[in-house]
Nanobody
Framework: QVQVVESGGGLVQPGGSLRLSCAVS????????MGWYRQAPGKQRELVAS???????NYADAVKGRFTTSGDNSKNMVYLQMSSLKPEDTAVYYC????????????WGQGTQVTVSS
């Protein structure tokens, strides 16, 4: 079985920073890609950032220049450094991983709440 666990959410003031972490564990044959999605109340889940096994990185336009994602292949981890946070960044953030275990499948974390408010 594959487990995906996020950590690092919380309450932060506008303009502040937070760092999210995500760990993938279990019987893993390989990870094709990992990424971050978010879902605000009443809205659809949307892609925030993704990173492939070849280190190709994509960001949503709304977070470009403010968020940075990085990965540690040796630890099967991915990080999301969020800076200059805005109230509209408030959402539940989900880690996503495309994992070979051994077939390729999508796995999700349980989500971590990020609230940007004064």
């Amino acid at each position: 079985q594959v487990q995906v666990v996020e950590s690092g959410g919380g309450l932060v003031q506008p303009g502040g920073s937070l760092r999210l972490s995500c760990a993938v564990s279990g019987r893993i044959f390989g990870i094709r890609a990992m990424g971050w999605y978010r879902q605000a109340p009443g809205k659809q889940r949307e892609l925030v950032a993704s990173i492939s096994s070849g280190d190709e990185i994509n960001y949503a336009d709304a977070v470009k220049g403010r968020f940075t994602t990085s990965g540690d292949n040796s630890k099967n981890m991915v990080y999301l450094q969020m800076s200059s946070l805005k109230p509209e960044d408030t959402a539940v953030y989900y880690c996503h991983a495309q994992v070979r275990a051994p077939g390729l499948d999508n796995y999700w974390g349980q989500g971590t709440q990020v609230t940007v408010s004064s």
